[in-house]
């Protein structure tokens, strides 16, 4: 999508950032982050510190085609979390993707860990 769109628009330097999912789901929710940092990473930190983030089940193996489905999130606590990948539009910037079960983890799960 990225070299398309730059392809498209004849900017082959344009700063742009995409994720394309299609999926159809009946429950569950899918979000695409981007993350922008004060200061540079290395990518490997940041995927063993989502390896060992509490709720955060780490699912990601592009080279396997392992990444986070509502298929795999469905009926569980947990935040799938996968794709984690350099931003190359913006410095200091990561792009991921996160697959939850929305009416576990977005209402009823996160009111127990409130209370």
Avoid at 5 to 17: C, D, E, G, Q, V
Avoid at 63 to 84: D, K, L, S, T
Wanted: proline share 4%; glycine share 6%.
């Amino acid at each position: 999508m990225i070299n398309e769109t730059r392809k498209i628009l004849h900017k082959p330097n344009l700063a742009i950032s995409a994720t394309s999912v299609r999926v159809s789901i009946e429950n569950c929710h899918s979000v695409s982050i981007n993350v922008e940092f004060e200061k540079g990473f290395d990518i490997n930190d940041i995927e063993e510190i989502l390896k060992k983030a509490p709720g955060a089940i780490f699912w990601d193996g592009g080279e396997n085609n392992i990444y986070p489905m509502p298929i795999i999130a469905n009926g569980r606590n947990e935040v799938f979390v996968g794709r984690v990948r350099v931003d190359s539009s913006r410095p200091n910037t990561i792009n991921l993707f996160t697959v939850s079960d929305n009416t576990r983890k977005g209402a009823s799960v996160n009111a127990v860990q409130i209370l």
